[in-house]
């Protein structure tokens, strides 16, 4: 007898972790649109305009905007190994887990990896990058904008000067911010970035937008081949290490999202349909709107923790906005504090990885749950999940000082 | 000011081409389903769940059955890349464009490539691939069981044993038949096996579903590698090569997949929820149904292709149930044809890659879409499509002898 289980029933979540969070319903709704062809004119239609509302979510006059079907890490994997011929230097700054990815990505695509650290819960100096730069004389620059381990978000805008001056590109890993805080693409010369649905922007995980600009496609240009079976007549091989992915292959997705529609991997059409919208609801709402509202959001959060007694990790003049870090007080079980509030209150909040497992807790609120109900139902929450967990603040503190931060917003 | 677009309004489709097909209405609902974080317990017991509903489609005991979170080349991509250490050799039987793949992928994750070729629309004797096997004593037989560039599907089951006699591993690339025609991933002892939803599971593409058995398990964790930021006291780097590829690295997927939940991606939400929905339905409908109907269905379509007169493409012996290649008579332009069915009919039907290319029509009946009603439309849409574009078919002859194989299946 075949065991086929029930229909999907997921229960009613909040979810207030480092994401994935609640997608929009709007988005859900475009996900179970019906599917077209992938080379249907209506189709590569919409292919289009996904390219071009990317371009407006990266602030950028790349043409080269488009979505890699896959989570986040694989838009990172693609950008990497379409860049990196073997050998070839990266610099990767590394401050929490997701400079460490960052490192293995780059090694496996080949590179000769340099990396530099400082302690999770800080960010780096331009100058320390600068001086590592003069050492290393990397090729590329890859480095993470927020960084949800460590709750920290890199300063970026001096690091495209820097590049150029020292010849190197400079890849982004926007993931974690993309759609709450600012990344303006063009302005700060960054060359290639990358994001991920399931944060600010409040789709589903599993496909990635990225954008790079005209240094990158010509260098990723000149490693460009065509699949055998088909091959135009007359084709040329070109020059240049064979990139070692065909999946990853961004000369080859260039010609699958350009006029040619060089079949690739067939597009996937449910998460191009919500990728489309998330960005739609980005730029309906105005991107200047959503990034104040995160930001306001980040202060709420702020005072509501330290009214309630708690302390806050790392330098809080560096915190993304949609993702606050706090330390787990002496004594408090960290683990039995997450399992209470979704079991109590259908909330879930995190820990982190590596050297912060079970010393912070994280707290989102981020794209559709960046919303003050969302935020002071969690403090509200929180509260009550900790008091008989050994930590008593002050009743009621919490919420309130949240409110507060609202109302004079 | 922004230029946001248009909500989604996909036109009614019916996509009669090789994939991806019309998804189950059932399957779209499931995608339009809240979103859970990745650890939470119910997530993790639906992920626990399309594993073991995963063994069933696959007809295996394998415990590892699981989702490649990319398009079902990813899934390839993933298989290859963790099996294959550079150098090693592998043998590819092309015989159309999903073998050309193989093979481009293969060498892309470093293999030494060896190609037996036989003409687009045949397929390969095994006594073929065993004195292949002898010459080349390759690592891996690496080869597709249906070919939808050619619509032929190859015999599998004499390959087990011929790789097991020749101390090989067997890989097929099952993405065109899975849930249409059977694979008895155990009987026939293959080794490993990747799919894609949007063929006969009725599902979007985007997420590749994978078996593979002990025997590779073994050889992929010997290769095994934990990320930097997550590794556990006390980790032991193993012995073997560095995958190449962090996304498509299996063992990093079964730690994920497993109890230990160890973090890798962040698992895609609704795709797992869309392909758990798929996989249900086909178990609902029971495997056997299934392969019974596509098959009655290959007949019906072959009856009325033959009934306008027209000329099958290729060993109609070894054609694939849920695809029908037919040759494009002389003088009748076939790319015409292909536009106006959709623009007259809003059925989408196909051409195919490289020689074939402008010289078969490619109709699939498949999943979803294997229904009576959709082939006798598109028998009908077709005739009348043809008639002004040159070739006149006995009217009615078509949908006729097809709903006469459905009167006496």
């Known amino acids: 007898m075949p065991e086929i289980f029930e229909a999907l029933d997921p229960p009613s979540r909040l979810l207030m972790g480092p994401g994935p969070i609640n997608a929009d319903p709007r988005v859900l709704r475009a996900m179970a649109m019906p599917l077209l062809g992938q080379f249907d004119p209506m189709f590569t239609g919409y292919m289009n305009e996904t390219m071009a509302l990317l371009r407006q979510l990266y602030q950028t006059e790349n043409h080269w905007s488009f979505l890699i079907n896959g989570t986040a890490r694989a838009g990172i994997e693609a950008v990497l190994t379409s860049i990196i011929s073997p050998g070839e230097g990266v610099l990767v700054p590394v401050a929490g887990r997701f400079g460490e990815l960052m490192c293995e990505i780059a090694e496996r695509c080949g590179a000769k990896v340099h990396a530099i650290e400082t302690d999770w819960g800080g960010v780096f100096e331009p100058d ?10 990397p090729r590329l620059l890859a480095t993470v904008h927020g960084d949800t381990s460590t709750t920290m978000a890199q300063p970026l805008d001096d690091l495209g000067e820097i590049c150029r001056r020292h010849d190197a590109l400079l890849y982004v890993d926007a993931t974690a911010t993309l759609g709450g805080m600012t990344v303006p693409v063009d302005d700060w010369g960054l060359d290639a970035v990358s994001g991920g649905l399931q944060k600010c922007l409040s789709g ?8 790079f600009n005209d240094r990158v496609a010509e260098l990723v240009g000149r490693r460009k081949h065509i699949e055998r079976g088909i091959r135009p007549d007359g084709y040329d091989p070109g020059e240049g290490a064979l990139i070692q992915s065909n999946y990853f292959d961004l000369p080859m997705l260039m010609d699958y999202w350009s006029e040619s529609r060089l079949n690739h991997h067939t597009e996937s059409t449910s998460m191009l349909y919500a990728a489309r919208e998330c960005v739609r609801i980005v730029l309906n709402d105005g991107l200047e709107e959503r990034f104040v509202r995160h930001e306001v959001t980040s202060r709420a959060m ?21 993702i606050t870090g706090i330390m787990i007080p002496d004594g408090v079980d960290g683990d039995a504090v997450i399992r209470d509030m979704l079991q109590n209150f259908a909330i879930e909040i995190g820990t982190s990885f590596g050297p912060l497992k079970g010393r912070i807790w994280r707290i989102g609120a981020m794209g559709y749950n960046c919303r003050k109900d969302a935020v002071l139902t969690t403090l509200a929450a929180f509260e009550a999940t900790l008091r008989p967990r ?16 609202y109302n004079t917003a």
């Open 128 to 137: 320390r990058i600068e001086d590592a730069m003069k050492r290393f004389k």
């Open 204 to 211: 589903p995980p599993g496909s990635s937008p990225i954008t």
């Open 302 to 322: 702020i005072a509501g923790v330290r009214a309630m007694g708690l302390e806050l990790f790392g330098d809080i003049s560096h915190k993304m906005h949609n």
């Open 390 to 405: 050994g930590y008593a603040a002050p009743p009621g503190a919490g919420v309130d000082a949240a409110l507060n931060v």
